[in-house]
T-cell receptor, first 115, second 116 residues
């Protein structure tokens, strides 16, 4: 059973535009939600993360919006640049559970930013 | 210091052979994780080590897979009698772990395993 659903599978944005990637989760015990960025041939790199006690977190051009009641969270990339072209993964973790440390990932979104 | 390192970066093996994949976590990180990334299954959790506690092996797909962590640092993932469906990128990650309450996991570059 897929516990984190991510959409869209692929996204094409013009330079300077806003990229939005959405994730929905099922397990209400999840309490840590990171986003990872992965370039071809590299491991995933932590981009930004949020805990459910806040509804939004911003770091530079990257913002996470979190809706606890809807069990959804999203990544917004403002002023998207060609260098942002990569695969993005959302993930979730239950920090208080017996499976502490186990990240459950979404299926990934391939972002292409055209110059 | 240095990030998570993994070796080899690429491994091609024949079906039925055993392989060992190595992970060196970030110095001072007590938690270590193995994940598998494949086209069909995305990123899947395999196993988690925290200090000297018994590992969480709940993600290992079969008894052909095993992992150990020696001296609380380096880890080796072993796949016995490899099958073609084992072909994937095997990723290692580490974090500060308990009791730091830091959940940030830092990934290595991965080992691409191809079983022919």
């Amino acid at each position: 059973q897929q516990q984190v659903k991510q959409s869209p599978q692929s996204l094409i944005v013009q330079k300077g535009g806003i990229s939005i990637i959405n994730c929905a989760y099922e397990n209400t015990a999840f309490d840590y939600f990171p986003w990872y960025q992965q370039f071809p041939g590299k491991g995933p790199a932590l981009l930004i993360a949020i805990r459910p006690d806040v509804s939004e977190k911003k770091e530079g051009r990257f913002t996470i919006s979190f809706n606890k009641s809807a069990k959804q969270f999203s990544l917004h990339i403002m002023d998207s640049q060609p260098g942002d072209s990569a695969t993005y993964f959302c993930a979730a973790l239950n920090a208080g559970g017996t499976s502490y440390g186990k990240l459950t990932f979404g299926q990934g979104t391939i972002l292409t930013v055209h110059p | 210091g240095a990030g998570v390192s993994q070796s080899p970066s690429n491994k091609v093996t024949e079906k039925g052979k055993d392989v060992e994949l190595r992970c060196d976590p970030i110095s001072g990180h007590t938690a270590l994780y193995w994940y598998r990334q494949s086209l069909g299954q995305g990123l899947e959790f395999l196993i988690y080590f925290q200090g000297n506690s018994a590992p969480d092996k709940s993600g290992l797909p079969s008894d052909r897979f095993s992992a150990e962590r020696t001296g609380g640092s380096v880890s080796t993932l072993t796949i016995q009698r490899t099958q073609q469906e084992d072909s994937a990128v095997y990723l290692c990650a580490s974090s500060l772990g308990v009791p730091h309450s830091s959940y940030e996991q830092y990934f290595g570059p991965g080992t691409r395993l191809t079983v022919t």
